[in-house]
């Protein structure tokens, strides 16, 4: 047997690889189908390596994940669909640190052998108790017929599953690769990331496992650029049963055929098969050469890959180059128009400068294909960058109108809403206004009180200050009558001496 690797016309299941055991259960993570599964390595000459998202915005699962998958010695992965389990708190956190727990357990291996990958919408909490209900079943499953299909998880709602698998050799000894991925096509509507799963069972030494685990990220999952980074729960997890009956190997270079087959399987899934089940979607890649670094030429090619514009023109088969040019222009990086030569699908449409009138008939069907090449050759250095990326779907572009039609509507309950407010402002003014005449009133209302209350004592002083007159009045005028007896008596004294 030679070294070469051969893909199976036929893709077999990660289960079907010797040495590995899987199991999968619908627990109502989802609407339908297989929601929650896990794959894992009952023997122990298993070892295991993933490459996670660089996200600043890492998912809970990732984050809980990293330090085990550093460690290279992984031997069981638990997959759940329906939450991302993104941006959910501490409650996220608790819930992926309780899912590998319990997955530990069940499977009889130390929690840092297990890592967890979650696929889904961002902010949306993981329900904690149904996953660990469904995981106890899975891990059962996975114990009793092992033969459970991860890919339905990782392709969930019934989908087209993104499945490869082949074989190779080793130094004259065979063996098996299959692996499962969520779809580019799903990670586009629903998914905030591509989780890819391979395993194998070539015998292969952790710390080596990790470095090829690494570097084929670099080479396939890193390069995928329908946006501008990598996604919140991006992984790559590689696990090896060490069945195929190899010499363990230990540094890359010794095995490189078996690199190669797991390359394989990795572009196959997260490149040539990316978008499985939706034929609308058409595999553009970007290839940046002759660029004054390493980093102009990501840069530039990320920008190109990104772009929507670029993707819409590619959708509707119109080579409106001007359009790459542009977003070439965007990604601050050195570009010399005077250099740079453009190419799509093999047609120079733009030569160091100026545009080349080529045949949009002819161009426009090639760019019909299922795969379509943008080469910009900048032609001031020697670096390059190859991305891959996607035409904008007729789902993506009806996702994008739906979006801004939410936002359209956002937008209008918004301005209702600030219009209202504006009311509700002018009510509650009027009623501050009010509220201070009634302060006014009642101050107004106190002092007529107190001032009616000084009345009341002023005309009870004048009652009693009348009363005193009239018995002063009284008394005088009995005083006046008995006055007027004593004149009377002197009067007859007078008259009678």
């Known amino acids: ?24 259960v619908s627990c109502k993570l989802t609407e339908s189908g297989n929601d929650l599964g896990v794959l894992y390595c009952p023997g ?5 390596s993933a490459a996670l998202s660089r996200n600043a915005v890492a998912a809970a699962s990732t984050r809980v994940s990293s330090p085990r998958a550093a460690a290279g010695g992984v031997r069981a992965i638990v997959v759940n669909a329906g939450s991302a389990n ?10 992926a640190r309780e899912l590998v727990a319990a997955a530990a357990s069940e499977l009889d291996v130390t929690q840092d052998r297990v890592v967890i990958a979650s696929t889904g919408p961002i902010g949306k909490a993981l329900d904690l108790e149904a996953a660990l209900g469904g995981l106890a079943k899975a891990c059962t499953q996975a114990k009793d017929k092992g ?9 969930p709602y019934g989908l087209e599953k993104c499945v490869a698998s082949g074989a190779g050799s080793i130094e004259g000894v065979a063996f098996r690769v299959a692996g499962a991925a969520t779809p580019a096509s799903l990670v586009a509507e629903d998914a905030p990331s591509r989780v890819v799963v391979i395993a194998t069972d070539a015998a292969i030494k952790p710390a080596c496992l990790r470095e090829i685990t690494q570097s084929i990220a670099a080479e396939t999952l890193t390069k995928w650029a329908m946006d501008e980074g990598p996604g919140t729960n991006d992984m790559l997890c590689i696990l090896a049963s060490g069945e195929a009956g190899n010499d363990p190997v230990e540094i890359p270079l010794a095995a490189e055929s078996l690199r190669r087959g797991l390359l394989r399987i990795a572009t196959e899934l997260v490149i040539d098969r990316a978008f499985v089940g939706d034929r609308s979607m058409r595999l553009v890649e970007v290839a940046v050469t002759g660029a004054s670094s390493d980093e102009d030429a990501l840069a530039i090619a990320r920008a190109i890959a990104a772009s929507v514009p670029v993707r819409i023109s590619m959708h509707i088969a119109a080579p409106r180059w001007g359009l790459i040019l542009a977003a070439a222009g965007k990604a601050r990086a050195r570009v010399v128009e005077s250099r740079a030569t453009l190419r799509i699908s093999g047609e120079t449409v733009f030569d160091r400068g100026k545009g080349i009138q080529a045949t949009t008939e002819a161009l426009a069907e090639k760019l019909r294909e299922p795969r379509v090449q943008i080469a910009l050759d900048l032609g001031i250095g020697e670096s390059s960058a190859t991305l891959w990326t996607s035409a904008l779907s007729d789902g993506e572009k009806h996702r994008v109108q739906r979006y801004e039609d939410r936002l359209e509507a956002e937008s209008v309950r918004r301005k209702s809403l600030d219009k209202r407010i504006e009311e509700l402002e002018a009510v509650a003014k009027e009623v501050e206004d009010l509220r201070a005449k009634v302060e006014m009133s009642e101050k107004s209302i106190e002092q007529a009180e107190k001032m009616q209350k000084e009345r009341e004592e002023l005309e009870e002083k004048l009652a009693a200050a009348e009363k005193v007159k009239t018995a002063a009045m009284k008394e005088t005028k009995s005083l006046r009558v008995q006055l007027e007896i004593a004149e009377g008596k002197i009067k007859k004294l007078h008259s009678g001496g």
């Open 1 to 24: 047997m030679t070294d070469e690797f051969t893909i199976d016309q036929k893709p077999a299941s990660l289960a079907d690889v010797p040495g590995f055991k899987a199991g999968v």
């Open 86 to 95: 993104c941006c959910t708190g501490e409650e996220g956190y608790r819930a």
């Open 44 to 48: 122990d000459n298993g070892s295991g």
């Open 147 to 155: 033969n459970g299909a991860l890919a339905s998880v990782l392709t």
